[in-house]
Antibody, heavy 123, light 111 residues
Framework: QVQLQESGPRLVKPSETLSLTCTVS??????????WTWIRQTPEKGLEWIGY???????YYNPSLRSRVTMSVDTSKNQFSLKLTSVTAADTAVYYC???????????????WGKGTTVTVSS | QSVLTQPPSVSAAPGQKVTISCSGS????????VSWYQHLSGTAPKVLIF???RRPSGIPDRFSASKSGTSATLVITGLQTGDEADYFC????????????FGAGTKVTVL
């Protein structure tokens, strides 16, 4: 059974870059049609889908965050990562990584989630 | 606010049934498949339903779902105390800004 674990700094200063890594265990990140996603949750906005990346490097980001988001994959470490630049207090959230067994958008869903990590943006 | 609309809370006694609605539009639920997630506090969210009405292996048949037009419904029968959690619906939105969208979540309370 695949498991996902988020890691990274819990506190980020305003205007700096938030960086998180998700480690995949129990399965290969290079699995066929699987895409690897990031989602965040805040009390104000609820769950917000950030985007996905495929092990090939193909990616798609939420248009509302696209200018600030970069995702990457490290197949040698079975990890994928999120970078969010120029953060503000509005980026304070619980960040989840998850796997999606498809990149076909109308069938899209997340089948395995990490437990989430809280990231606070504050000076 | 969330693109998909869910009731904030529902409740019922153990053994009873709860129904959670998820209302959207033609750009999301109307033309794409719906999934449902359970989130118990402090744990990883879990998919209960995908492709509108399919359960992953290991999900009991007490959880069922359906879709009609631009709305979807999750039904939990034989309610158990362990079912007390937040439940979210989700679907791809194929509108101008294509993105996966979620409902705000429904808190299920077992009385």
């Amino acid at each position: 059974q695949v498991q996902l674990q988020e890691s990274g700094p819990r506190l980020v200063k305003p205007s700096e870059t938030l960086s998180l890594t998700c480690t995949v265990s129990g399965g290969s990140i290079s699995r066929g049609a699987y895409s690897w996603t990031w989602i965040r949750q805040t009390p104000e906005k609820g769950l917000e889908w950030i985007g996905y990346i495929h092990y090939s490097g193909s990616s798609y980001y939420n248009p509302s965050l696209r200018s600030r988001v970069t995702m990457s994959v490290d197949t040698s470490k079975n990890q994928f990562s999120l970078k969010l630049t120029s953060v503000t207090a509005a980026d304070t959230a619980v960040y989840y990584c998850a796997s999606a067994p498809t990149m076909t958008t109308n069938y899209y869903y997340m089948d395995v989630w990490g437990k989430g990590t809280t990231v606070t943006v504050s000076s | 606010q969330s693109v998909l609309t869910q009731p904030p809370s529902v409740s019922a006694a153990p053994g009873q049934k709860v129904t959670i609605s998820c209302s959207g539009s033609s750009s999301n639920i109307g033309n794409n498949y719906v999934s449902w997630y359970q989130h118990l506090s402090g744990t990883a969210p879990k998919v209960l339903i995908f492709d509108n009405d399919r359960r992953p292996s290991g999900i009991p048949d007490r959880f069922s779902a359906s879709k009609s037009g631009t709305s979807a419904t999750l039904v939990i029968t034989g309610l158990q105390t362990g079912d007390e959690a937040d439940y979210f619906c989700g679907a791809w939105d194929s509108g101008l800004s294509a993105v996966y969208v979620f409902g705000a979540g429904t808190k299920v309370t077992v009385l």
